[in-house]
């Protein structure tokens, strides 16, 4: 940052070069030229601002739309309770079945294959 000593060193030694003439003109110049730069500058910072702001609302709709997609094949995905009791109701069945050694025999003796 530039302090009060350096502005008054710069004023003087323009004034030097410059002349007490030509001093009001060229201070009414340099007026307006920081004038623009600064509307300038406010312009980039303005149009920075809105890229920002589109650029996170864009984010937020994005998140939103792979959100949304994930739920719904989550759902999808998702198995019904009575799908889930399966496995179950197989380990149930087969021990009701129980082994071949506990089942009862057949009266009729086995059928012997013929040479």
């Known amino acids: 940052m530039i302090g009060t000593a350096e502005i008054l060193v710069i004023l003087v030694v323009a004034l030097i070069v410059i002349g007490p003439e030509k001093m009001p003109e060229v201070a009414r110049t340099l007026a307006k030229v920081m004038r623009e730069l600064r509307n300038i500058m406010d312009d980039v910072q303005d149009q920075f601002n809105e890229f920002t702001r589109e650029d996170l609302l864009g984010t937020k709709e994005i998140n939103s739309y792979y959100k949304e997609t994930i739920d719904s094949v989550k759902k999808t995905i998702e198995l019904p309770s009575d ?20 089942k009862p ?7 012997q294959p013929s040479p």
Request: glycine fraction near 4%; proline fraction near 19%.
């Open 105 to 111: 025999k057949p009266d009729v003796p086995p059928v």
């Open 83 to 102: 799908v889930k009791d399966i496995p179950k109701q197989i380990e149930e069945t087969v021990r009701q079945a129980g082994t071949p050694e506990d």
